[in-house]
């Protein structure tokens, strides 16, 4: 479960748009009209300063020297929002059934949501012998913390075929051999790799790749068939307890709120009388939640600080222009 950061930047920033568009209200006459928290006027209704810095607060890296420009921006487009809202009303659009049911379906999702948020905010801290614990347990993440750069293949192979292709990395002696071996036996493969940092792989697998040496070649099982790794490179980039303790301290505290979070939905499971109806029956046992495998601090909300070169630059933030997927993120939360 993901938990929304308040302070920081975001809300800054939110902050300085406020100010600003008090201050721009004020003249310098004597008979200045009061501050007013209206940023425009769409016919007969009204778009609020907080529904400016609402958005806003969802706009991840957004720089004080950008803030200007950002509200603009989003002024412009909840006057559009407002426009077709209005539209949809005069044609009588929020009665329609499939519209009611929708914004029915966004109440029960944001009040659940929010009752957990709340519960899960009274998690404590994790005590510093709970942080050196996790420090010590994870030489891989910190104090041995190394750059991975990884070549990969991920291969679509039935489980009667995995020794076979075994066998082959085995005897291959580098991934050209393997696709070779691939190719001659049908096999559908995709390549991929990059550069990554511990915290960067899964978690489970993080005492695997510590202990791979340089040129080395790994396999790992996966639903569909088979990852094949080889270790191009790696350089050490460790970190000592003080600069990993507030990652370790954002992670566990996360893993707590998850933790209080699935214990109180059990909880008011047993408390709940709850009746199957129809053609639905009561599962007979729990099945696990198939999921993506977790990295090693994706639970955290700041990921561990990397080589520059461990995130790859088509997925690394903008940072010196505003990010228009950045400012319709922020707007989803108004829809």
Known sequence: MAFQKVG??????????????????????????????????VNSDEISVHQINNVLARTPNLKPEQVELASSRVLERLIDQELLVQRAIDKKLDRSPQVMQAIETSRREILSRSYMEQFAAT???????????????????????????????????????????????????????????LRDNNLPFQVGGGVRAAEQLPLEALPRFASMKDGQT?????????????????????????????????????????DMARDELKRLRDVAQIEYMGKFTAPT?????????????????????????????AVAPATEAISTQALEKGMSGLK
């Open 123 to 181: 998690a404590e801290p994790p005590a510093p012998a709970a942080i050196q614990a996790f420090y010590d347990e994870n030489p891989a993440l910190f104090a041995e913390r190394r750059i991975y750069t990884l070549q990969e293949l991920n291969i679509t192979v039935g489980p009667d075929k995995v020794e076979a292709l075994r066998a082959a990395v085995a005897a291959a002696g580098n991934l050209n051999n393997v696709v070779t071996w």
């Open 8 to 41: 920081g930047r975001a809300v800054g920033a939110a902050v300085l748009v406020a100010s600003a568009l008090v201050l721009a209200g004020c003249g310098k006459s004597d008979d200045a009209k009061s501050p007013t928290q209206v940023a425009a006027r």
């Open 218 to 258: 790994g396999l790992v099982q996966t639903p569909q068939g088979v990852l094949v790794i080889y270790l191009a490179a790696s350089r050490p980039q460790p970190l000592d307890l003080a600069a990993a303790t507030p990652f370790i301290e954002r992670f566990l505290l996360n893993r707590t709120k998850a």
């Open 285 to 313: 046992a729990a099945a696990p939640a198939e999921a993506a495998p977790a990295t090693a601090l994706d639970a955290a909300a700041t990921p561990l600080p990397a080589a520059a070169d461990a995130v790859p630059a």
